[in-house]
């Protein structure tokens, strides 16, 4: 079966399709598992597949004992019925609780909640996602979220396309089944990427949120510098010299270090050490730090290729400076100039408030 189908990264799938990679099991269970745009029933066959063909793989126990005494079949078994289970409970009607809905426009890039803010509650799942559908006039919604709460505090999430088809289901705040359907959530792969040092990539986003600022800029853009399954023979090909102390500026890292730290978060780490690391702005001042909040971590990144605006485009030369194809000197002037230029545009937006007589007498324009 080609796993690759389930990476969020275009990116990322096209490479490994290219250098015919073989998934563990580990690797192909975690990458179906956090594939944000395929059906639940596709995934669920895809599941299947797996437990065919590797029934009896014993899965490595992770922290809080997570796989412990599991092979790929019986947790994956396990795992399914229980997503069903709670699929059925969610639909199931006459419960003490309530629904509500948002969902993604296509249109205005962005989530909006049901009622327009007004907060409208309904008493089953049906009649929420009835509701939504209504909205759906124009073909404009990508997806929906309905939320089912219990009056107990419990909470389960389904997020579905408009036809209905299933995305999605979590279960939040439960007793009973929580921490087995967030097993996913205690594990670290080491899958290879084609990005390198001082490639600018940015998140995938297959959710929205308000990624775009008011001039243009895009969040969650990075220069990358290393990621957390860079090891010795990832640190050579992308530059780095074996130095007992870490030192960025000069691309200098501790090899064996690296590679004990991989050695550990395979035993060891979750989704959360599934990070990358690298130069980012925030709002026009640039920061280095390693990224974190973006689900499925470095798997949910790609290349960007689109024009950078506003202070982004200080991006573009100092990824050019990094990968060593733009000297200093014009890397810093550039920089200057786009901050003054921001800053100037920023300031021009106001003179929309005054009349061309004031804005005459201001000596901002000329008379006409």
Request: with cysteine; proline share 3%; charged share 30%.
């Amino acid at each position: 079966m080609d796993f690759t189908k389930f990476l969020n990264s275009k990116d990322i799938a096209t490479y490994l399709r290219r250098i015919r990679y073989e998934f563990t099991p580990e690797q192909a269970m975690y990458v179906v598992h956090a594939a944000a745009e395929i059906p639940l029933p596709e995934r669920h066959a895809a599941y299947e597949e797996l437990i065919e063909m590797y029934p009896h793989h014993a899965l490595r126990e992770r922290r809080q004992g997570v796989f412990k005494g599991q092979t790929v079949a019986s947790f994956l078994r396990t795992y399914m019925q229980k997503e069903n289970a709670l699929l059925a409970e969610f639909k199931r009607e006459g419960d003490d609780a309530i629904c509500t809905y948002d969902y993604f426009s296509n249109e205005d890039d962005a989530w909006y909640q049901d009622g327009y803010g007004h907060h409208p509650v309904y008493r089953n799942f049906s009649e929420a996602l009835g509701d939504a559908q209504a909205e759906n006039e124009d073909g404009n919604i990508a997806k929906i979220t309905v939320t089912k709460r219990y009056f107990s505090g419990r909470t389960i999430e389904a997020t579905l396309l408009p036809d209905g088809t299933y995305l999605k289901i979590d279960e939040i705040g439960g007793e009973r089944d929580e921490a087995f359907l967030h097993a996913f959530d205690w594990m670290w792969v080491k899958i290879p990427t084609p990005f390198k040092f001082g490639d600018i990539l940015a998140p995938v986003l297959t959710n929205k949120w308000d990624h775009r600022t008011t001039d243009g800029s895009i969040k969650g853009l990075v220069v990358l510098t290393g990621m957390s399954t860079w090891g010795s023979k990832e640190l050579k090909k992308n530059g780095f010299r074996n130095t007992k102390t870490p030192n960025y500026t000069l691309r200098g890292q501790n090899f064996a270090l690296c590679d004990h730290l991989i050695e550990k978060h395979e035993e060891y780490g979750d989704d959360s050490d599934m990070i990358l690391c690298g130069y980012f702005l925030d709002e026009a001042d640039l920061c280095y730090d390693h990224t974190l909040g973006i689900e499925q971590g470095y798997l949910n990144y790609e290349r960007f290729r689109g024009e950078l605006k506003g202070h982004d485009r200080m991006l573009r030369s100092l990824s050019n400076f990094l990968k060593g194809e733009l000297e200093l000197e014009l890397m810093l002037k550039a920089h200057r100039l786009i901050c003054a230029e921001e800053e100037c545009r920023a300031k021009k937006s106001f003179l929309d408030l005054y009349t061309d007589e004031g804005l005459t007498l201001a000596g901002m324009q000329s008379k006409k």
